[in-house]
Antibody, heavy 120, light 110 residues
Framework: QVQLVQSGADVKKPGASVKVSCKASGYSFTSYYIHWVRQAPGQGLEWMGIINPSGGSTSYAQKFQGRVTMTRDTSTSTVYMDLSSLRSEDTAVYYC?????????????WGQGTLVTVSS | QSALTQPASVSGSPGQSITISCTGTSSDVGSYNVVSWYQQHPGKAPKLMIYEVSKRPSGVSNRFSGSKSGNTASLTISGLQAEDEADYYCCSYAGSSTLVFGGGTKLTVL
């Protein structure tokens, strides 16, 4: 079955960077774009960006431009989200989610989520 | 982009129908038929309920339906059941390969 499995929870200090992984299985990895979405504690969902696993092209939400980098490794069917210059407001659960296809802009399925805590 | 506007909460009794609205602008909801809805239970990842305004993925109950008029999309749940109690989020394409979510609506089944 289609599955996205994310890396485990992480704790970082302010100013550091975090890299979250998302390993895909059960489908052709390069045929579906992948999105990243985050959710701060008790808050709503926030779209961060999208990556094409085939060519590696990306599009980021304006809010994260300059701080986020999304990459992929086709040999392991894994997508990565790197967020730098972390601050306390970046404490959130980070989700990867598969696009409906080639930029259909809906998400199914989602990974299980990765809690990133930013604290001194 | 600004978040889409959803009511913070809605409620209904078992068997009733409820509708959750999602209001955007002519730059997002009003311009594209790319609105999706997600259900999220506490501590769980979101689940796709509706995509492309009104399409239902396989496995999602036909009690869930979606529609759009102008800058406002809506999710209707008929025959409310206890397990429908959750948070619901709308999401719209906003041009230039970007997306925007609504603030979320907490559904309480009385």
């Amino acid at each position: 079955q289609v599955q996205l499995v994310q890396s485990g929870a992480d704790v970082k200090k302010p100013g550091a960077s975090v890299k979250v992984s998302c390993k895909a299985s059960g489908y052709s990895f390069t045929s579906y774009y992948i999105h990243w979405v985050r959710q701060a504690p008790g808050q709503g969902l926030e779209w961060m960006g999208i990556i094409n696993p085939s060519g590696g092209s990306t599009s980021y939400a304006q809010k994260f431009q300059g701080r986020v980098t999304m990459t992929r490794d086709t040999s392991t069917s894994t997508v990565y989200m790197d967020l730098s210059s972390l601050r306390s407001e970046d404490t959130a659960v980070y989700y990867c989610a598969r696009d409906g296809g080639q930029q259909l802009f809906w998400f199914d399925p989602w990974g299980q989520g990765t809690l990133v805590t930013v604290s001194s | 982009q600004s978040a889409l506007t959803q009511p913070a909460s809605v409620s209904g009794s078992p068997g009733q129908s409820i509708t959750i609205s999602c209001t955007g602008t002519s730059s997002d909801v009003g311009s594209y038929n790319v609105v999706s809805w997600y259900q999220q239970h506490p501590g769980k990842a979101p689940k796709l309920m509706i995509y492309e305004v009104s399409k239902r993925p396989s496995g999602v109950s036909n009690r869930f339906s979606g529609s759009k008029s102008g800058n406002t999309a809506s999710l209707t749940i008929s025959g409310l059941q206890a397990e429908d109690e959750a948070d619901y989020y709308c999401c719209s394409y906003a041009g230039s390969s970007t997306l925007v979510f609504g603030g979320g609506t907490k559904l309480t089944v009385l």
